[in-house]
């Protein structure tokens, strides 16, 4: 299939890509990038001018569709998992906010009495309640 692929194969190739398992998903690439390297160059750098000149919508399309599952068809699938990430980096630097998101998610267990319904007196039993708390911090890097 690498042998008879043109540049408008590339949406069926990532196609064809996403049903391999990962470890053979990495070796068509692979090989896509060693027997075609001029359309894989198109590929990679047509990419990256995508993202030069991609709006801030765009580029929250391209947050999305960049991970694996979301579009198969994407030509971005067809890149190494080195070129991904450096076309990852690029879109990280070029929508980057300047802000640091970290959520921390904690168990929080609280013991309250409960009364008894059958009786009148209040039973001495306590009942554990588990709560999920999330904090969201926000920090400033130096970029």
Do not use: C
């Amino acid at each position: 299939m690498i042998a008879r692929l043109t540049g408008r194969g590339v949406t069926d190739f990532a196609r064809a890509l996403h049903g391999l398992p990962r470890q053979e998903q990495e070796r068509a690439r692979t090989s896509f990038r060693e027997r075609k390297p001029q359309l894989y160059a198109r590929v990679r750098d047509g990419l990256i001018g995508e993202l030069e000149r991609a709006s801030a919508s765009k580029l929250r399309y391209f947050r999305w569709a960049l991970f694996p599952g979301n579009k198969p068809e994407h030509p971005v699938h067809t890149l190494t998992r080195e070129d991904q990430s450096a076309a990852w980096e690029f879109l990280k630097s070029r929508s980057g906010s300047g802000t640091e998101r970290t959520t921390i998610s904690a168990g929080v267990e609280t013991s309250v009495p409960v009364a008894s319904v059958r009786t009148s007196r209040p039973s001495r039993q306590t009942v554990t309640n588990k709560q999920r708390v999330v904090v969201t911090r926000v920090a400033v890097t130096n970029a």
